[in-house]
């Protein structure tokens, strides 16, 4: 059984080599998203306007819950452009006669690569809040809780990704999609600010959607742990990570039938 | 002989979306405009363990297709295939280990890495033991030349250095079934010569069944045993290369340029396509007339600067075959 799931690890692990390719994007995208935390603590400064809390967090911590949400949706990639990109060049071909899960294979790539990301994007950001805001308080105890829910949150952002991406199969533009998919992780994902600045009814939709597993749970483990919510965010995301999982192998199953190469 | 691959009555049906134009777009969301295409229409072929088999045709013939199909990548609309005893698309991963595929425009080595590392990640893939990975690649760089450079980039590799070791990574797994579509797509005369030669080894060495797809006729012609020519989807020559060459393609172009003026000899032949003072492009139905003789007198009545002698292309002979529908 191990056996059977070790080639998924290596995919991993090349790929996340291969990434070293394209630090220099990997460090311009982390340069991009230093200015704007460099913007988002002024405007933040002015929200605060003197006051210590705003939806229950510090200053410094609203910078550090940014710096984490940005992190983990920018250094996801655009999967879904990716998987239309294969579909339309034909390069699928090439993945779908190997003996492994396509799925599956896609998800091993994918963390390689955005781990790889995750960690140089996080530092360089981290760099800026430290100098302009200072540290946050966490306890070291927390980090392999913490390591835990953020790969959950990037294995939740791959599976939505996967569903949305293999409609590619089927629809032409998938370009589209991917833009839809962005900006709901930035607004009801909470990846701009905590999911309190919506109205209640949005906020309390949004609370249970898979969206915000991806930006706003994990962040939010990040400047303020607590192992109710941590429990809360394993068994909410395992149940959303089995749904969307079982939800794109049968949509696989069915666009595979519908497929059409170019280039045949 | 039983068949190494079987293709009864195999059809392909692509549904393709119409893009309108202007206010017509609006409309496309309530009711969207489709067309069909017949990629591939009610063929049947029988390949035997070991053959080496082209298959010839222009562009959408449905070569690709039809490859895609035996691999188990797309589903068929109709027809039965089976290709190592199992049927690809319901047990595309068990016959995953029984073939192997090159898509020339698409190549399966990770640019940024050495190919010793895809090689190590494909053992991985294809469950190879340690041990017979090992000697099956000492094996394989050997026979294939790659041993200087198995260690440099992908990306720093000449395109036939690149070649060479996307075979050797397509035989790891020592396939019984070796999928080329189109191969030697952008190398040059000698790159292309170096792989042919490669695959006729391997096919005779080790019983591999070769399906090579080419635009390139000499390609197929200097490999295969057999070519079947597919156009718009239908099979329109299935036989020895031979027979196809002595029926089919017995035209040449032949580029002339002269020192003096030109002087062409004169014949029901001879077909001029191109003249000028000095130069000229002719066609010549070489059954009609022998190249030697058209030569001699070219030579004996010009002083030659230059001459090129050209097979006819491709498309031509397809279309002169279709034209006939002669089928074997």
Redesign the interface.
Same mark, same amino acid.
């Given at each position: 059984m191990i056996?059977k799931y *070790? $080639?998924y690890f290596? %995919?991993a692990e %090349?790929n996340f080599?291969?990434s070293? *390719?394209y630090i220099f994007d990997v460090i311009s995208s982390s340069i991009f998203i230093a200015l704007i935390i460099f913007i988002f603590i002024n405007l933040w400064s002015i929200v605060y306007g003197g006051r210590e809390l705003v939806f229950g967090l510090t200053l410094p911590m609203m910078i550090w819950y940014l710096v984490f949400t940005e992190a983990m949706v920018t250094s996801s990639g655009k999967l879904i452009t990716e998987i239309g990109a294969e579909v339309k &060049? !034909?390069?699928?071909?090439?993945y +779908?006669? $190997?003996?492994?899960?396509y799925v599956v294979y896609k998800y091993a790539k994918s963390i390689g690569s955005t781990i790889f990301s995750f960690i140089l994007i996080f530092a360089i950001s981290a760099i800026v809040a430290l100098l302009l805001v200072g540290p946050i308080e966490i306890n070291l105890i927390h980090i392999p809780f913490m390591i835990i829910a953020t790969l959950l949150g990037l294995t939740l952002y791959f599976a939505m990704s996967a569903f949305l991406g293999i409609l590619a199969f089927w629809i032409?533009d998938s370009q589209a999609i991917e833009f839809v998919y962005s900006k709901l992780l930035f607004t009801i994902g909470g990846m701009l600010a905590p999911l309190a600045i919506w109205p209640p009814v949005i906020e309390q939709i949004s609370l249970f959607l898979p969206f915000s597993l991806v930006a706003f749970y994990p962040a939010k483990l990040f400047v303020k742990f607590s192992f109710d919510s941590f429990i809360w965010v394993i068994g909410f995301g395992v149940i959303w990570g089995i749904v969307l999982f079982l939800a794109t192998a049968l949509l696989f199953r069915f666009m &595979? $039938?519908k +497929? &059409? %190469?170019n !280039? !045949? | 002989m039983e068949s190494e691959i079987s293709i009864q009555n195999l059809t392909k049906v692509f549904k393709i979306k119409e893009k309108k134009q202007g206010l017509a777009k609006l409309t496309k969301f309530l009711k969207p405009y489709s067309k069909e295409l017949i990629a591939v229409d009610n063929i049947s072929i029988e390949i035997k363990k070991g053959e080496l088999v082209g298959f010839i045709g222009p562009n959408g013939a449905g070569k690709s297709t039809t490859i895609k199909m035996l691999s188990g990548i797309l589903f068929p609309t109709e027809g039965k295939i089976s290709v190592a005893n199992l049927d690809p698309q319901k047990e595309r991963r068990i016959l995953a280990y029984k073939i192997g595929t090159i898509f020339g425009q698409k190549p399966q080595l990770w640019f940024h890495l050495p190919a010793i590392d895809t090689f190590k990640l494909f053992s991985k893939i294809y469950d190879l033991d340690k041990k017979d990975f090992e000697k099956r690649l000492s094996f394989l760089v050997k026979k294939f030349a790659i041993g200087s450079f198995v260690d440099q980039p992908v990306r720093k590799l000449s395109l036939g250095q690149r070649m060479r070791c996307e075979f050797v990574l397509a035989l790891l797994h020592k396939p019984s079934i070796l999928f080329l579509d189109e191969p030697t797509i952008g190398m040059d005369l000698i790159v292309k010569k170096s792989i042919r030669e490669l695959i006729k080894k391997i096919n005779k060495e080790e019983n591999v069944t070769v399906i090579l797809t080419s635009h390139d006729m000499t390609d197929v012609e200097d490999v295969c045993d057999r070519a079947i020519i597919i156009n718009e989807g239908t099979i329109v020559y299935d036989g020895s290369f031979e027979q196809l060459k002595n029926n089919f393609s017995s035209k040449k172009v032949i580029e002339i340029v002269s020192e003096t003026k030109i002087k062409l000899p004169n014949h029901k032949s001879v077909s001029i396509m191109k003249k000028g003072d000095y130069s000229a492009t002719v066609e010549i139905d070489t059954k009609k007339k022998s190249l030697k003789r058209f030569l001699d007198k070219l030579i004996s009545d010009n002083v030659i600067d230059d001459i090129t002698i050209k097979e006819q292309p491709i498309e031509e002979i397809i279309e002169e075959i279709y034209k006939k529908k002669v089928k074997k």
């Open positions: 056996n *070790a $080639k290596w %995919i %090349i080599r291969n070293f *390719a &060049s !034909g390069e699928v071909a090439n +779908l006669n $190997k003996p492994y899960n032409e &595979s $039938k +497929l &059409s %190469i !280039g !045949g | -």
